[in-house]
């Protein structure tokens, strides 16, 4: 078995005429972050499914741990903890007669039911609430209890689908913090997500969704430098002479902006902050700040999906 | 292509959950107490009717479930009205229940198929049917013993139970249809009023639509109309539009089960009255002959009715 988890060839679903995710391909490593990004009615859910084998695939091929969910639909599954969006539980039951389902569905023996169920808890610190009916349970509460539920199966690929979405920022960084704590125990974890600041943190590589095809896939610096071109932006505050065409000519730089008097903006497609200060002090310069600001997901994304719509409006025009 | 692993896997789990879930919902306890108080009003008429006049009656004990004291019709027939009532109670909400509390694709994500969920709470749905009958039947054989003061004979006991089998046939028609509903409309509001509006059609409008429908399709002859008697040929197909119902075909089996006396369904011919000792019941295995065709019709339409449920279900995309 080759090591990557999740292999997916030409994945193609249609309905009737329309195509809903056409032809991608990626692969997710164990251990992995890999997020699906992109807007809603992109195809990630429908990807998602189509992994599951939860709905039919019209062509080309996946192996989820070296199965097709097409034929052993239960061998994955026996493996692969599923977290729809807004996750859903029985109301009536407590958070451990929900998970003494699930157990129960998937097999577990039931001299270690209890303790799994505990441990799992434990991880997403539910355990105070273990009796508690499900329907006095918030939102937050919901999806720790969904992510319990995973690590109770002790899956080795988590699928998340749009996790943090309507949690408080406390409960998304503790949420966050449960995915990395996934990722370290070697599981694959495929996130989607619109809310790109929580992609940004949490992702290890992210496939960029555009009307069913990837449009982008690699690690957010390696998409930063395919879209942006010169993502990096570093400002200097330096006191001096001929300070401009010295910065300009940093290796890298692409242009220099004075935003005020001593202070510089330099766009570069690299992090040239220890060029920049010994450039500047060469010079004679009196160096007294020196920022940068990586790249975000946000601007790759706003630069992604607005140039499209750009070419579409001028097309229309011409 | 043909998939691996067992359709059955999760079927035990799924079956314990959903008939935990019925035994201790208040859906379930308002529909028993609803049954219960009905019967005991029938049952409290049939006991008036059977002190007064038939203390030399070899059926008393059938009576009970028979006899009906005006205004209120007899134990059998109110549960012929009622089982339904109670089926689609249990099933109307059993699938899109599921996508409306968005634990379907949380439960599909498991390692069971589709088939096991299906089946499961259809046989929950069933089981707990079956559970209430059992109780109702006893609690309905233990009255009559402390009422009538005479022990049932094992003919009686052995029809009352054909009786149960017979009401559970039927009781699982109308879950079935109750689950397909379920799986066709995304709404439980939605599956619980069409459910219930085809049970109120099939149980009131139409044995009023089958004898007019039956005059559409087979007019009366002249001789009839001269006569003033019905045609052979109107009565047949009246007969056979009035059992596409599914409480017709009750109501035939229980007729024919509880009164021994029943010799035939519909018209009776000359022919078949030969030597024929007035009143003289059937033996058990004879009625069960005649009423053979409607178990039969009965089991049937809950398979049928199941089956278009699964494939319904099958071809659904699981989205919540």
Same mark, same amino acid.
């Given at each position: ?50 992994? &599951? =084998? @939860?709905? #039919? !695939?019209?062509?080309?091929?996946? %192996?989820?741990?070296?199965? +097709?969910?097409?034929?052993?639909? $239960? ?69 720790? &209890? =969904? @992510?319990? #539920? !995973?690590?109770?199966?002790?899956? %080795?690929?988590?699928?998340? +689908?749009?996790?943090?979405?309507? $949690? ?151 | ?52 006049t038939t203390s030399s009656d070899p059926f008393v004990f059938l009576r009970l479930f028979t006899s009906s004291q005006a205004p209120l019709p007899s134990f059998a027939s109110i549960l012929g009205f009622l089982i339904p009532l109670i089926a689609i109670g249990l099933g109307f909400d059993a699938i899109n229940g599921e996508y409306s509390r968005r634990t379907m694709s949380r439960v599909l994500s498991q390692p069971i198929y589709r088939d096991a969920l299906l089946l499961g709470k259809f046989i929950a749905g069933l089981a707990t049917l079956a559970i209430s009958l059992v109780c109702l039947w006893l609690l309905l054989i233990g009255l009559g013993l402390l009422l009538l003061g005479v022990p049932p004979s094992g003919e009686e006991v052995a029809r009352s139970l054909v009786f149960l089998v017979i009401a559970l046939a039927y009781a699982g028609v109308w879950l079935a249809v109750a689950m397909l ?140």
């Amino acid at each position: 078995m080759s090591d990557y988890v999740i292999q997916a060839e030409g994945l193609t679903k249609r309905y009737g005429d329309t195509t809903a995710v056409n032809g991608i391909t990626f692969h997710a490593a164990r251990g992995e972050i890999f997020g699906l990004l992109g807007p809603n009615g992109a195809g990630k859910t429908t990807t998602i499914l189509m992994l &599951l =084998g @939860l709905t #039919e !695939i019209t062509a080309g091929t996946v %192996r989820v741990l070296g199965h +097709d969910p097409r034929r052993e639909p $239960l061998t994955i599954k026996q493996q692969l903890g599923y977290l729809p969006d807004s996750v859903g539980f029985y109301n009536h039951l407590s958070a451990r007669d929900n998970l003494a389902y699930t157990a129960r569905l998937l097999g577990i023996a039931p001299e270690h039911r209890r303790e799994r169920i505990h441990e799992a808890l434990e991880r997403v610190q539910l355990t105070h609430v273990l009796d508690k009916r499900v329907s006095t349970f918030s939102h937050g509460m919901r999806q720790r &209890l =969904g @992510l319990a #539920e !995973i690590i109770m199966k002790r899956a %080795r690929i988590a699928i998340l +689908d749009e996790p943090t979405t309507g $949690l408080d920022p406390q409960a998304t960084e503790d949420f966050l913090e449960l995915i990395r704590t996934l990722k370290a125990d070697g599981v694959a974890v495929l996130l989607s997500s619109h809310l790109l600041d929580h992609m940004q943190r949490v992702c290890d590589r992210v496939a960029l969704f555009q009307q069913g095809d990837i449009a982008l896939m690699g690690s957010v610096a390696e998409l930063a430098r395919k879209v942006l071109g010169d993502g990096f932006e570093v400002e200097v505050e330096v006191a001096g002479e001929n300070l401009r065409e010295c910065l300009a000519g940093v290796e890298g730089v692409s242009s220099v902006e004075s935003s005020a008097p001593e202070r510089y903006r330099l766009r570069a497609n690299r992090d040239v902050r220890a060029d920049a200060a010994r450039a500047a002090v060469q010079a004679g310069g009196a160096l007294r700040r020196l920022s940068i600001r990586e790249p975000s997901l946000d601007a790759i994304y706003n630069h992604h999906f607005q140039r499209p719509a750009v070419k579409e409006a001028s097309s229309h025009a011409t | 292509m043909q998939r691996e692993g067992s359709p059955w896997r999760g079927l035990a789990a799924v079956t314990l959950k959903e008939l935990a879930d019925h035994l201790s919902s208040a859906r379930m306890r308002v529909l028993e107490w609803l049954v219960v108080l009905t019967a005991a009003a029938a049952l409290y008429g049939a006991l008036q009717g059977i002190r007064q006049t038939t203390s030399s009656d070899p059926f008393v004990f059938l009576r009970l479930f028979t006899s009906s004291q005006a205004p209120l019709p007899s134990f059998a027939s109110i549960l012929g009205f009622l089982i339904p009532l109670i089926a689609i109670g249990l099933g109307f909400d059993a699938i899109n229940g599921e996508y409306s509390r968005r634990t379907m694709s949380r439960v599909l994500s498991q390692p069971i198929y589709r088939d096991a969920l299906l089946l499961g709470k259809f046989i929950a749905g069933l089981a707990t049917l079956a559970i209430s009958l059992v109780c109702l039947w006893l609690l309905l054989i233990g009255l009559g013993l402390l009422l009538l003061g005479v022990p049932p004979s094992g003919e009686e006991v052995a029809r009352s139970l054909v009786f149960l089998v017979i009401a559970l046939a039927y009781a699982g028609v109308w879950l079935a249809v109750a689950m397909l509903f379920s799986t066709i409309f995304k709404s439980a509001a939605t599956s619980a009023l069409v459910s219930l509006g085809l049970w109120l059609f099939l149980a009131l409008l139409w044995p009023m639509l089958a004898p007019a429908l039956a005059n559409v399709i087979a007019p009366p002859d002249l001789m009839s109309v001269l006569s003033g008697q019905p045609s052979l040929h109107t009565l047949h197909w009246q007969q056979i539009l009035e059992r596409i119902s599914p409480t017709q075909l009750f109501g035939e089996a229980v007729v024919v089960i509880l009164s021994p006396m029943t010799r035939t369904l519909g018209p009776v011919f000359l022919h078949q009255l030969e030597g024929l000792v007035m009143g003289a019941p059937l033996p058990l295995m004879e009625s069960l002959s005649i009423v053979w065709p409607q178990v039969v019709g009965l089991i049937a339409g809950c398979i049928l009715l199941f089956a278009i449920a699964y494939v319904v279900f099958q071809r659904q995309e699981v989205r919540a």
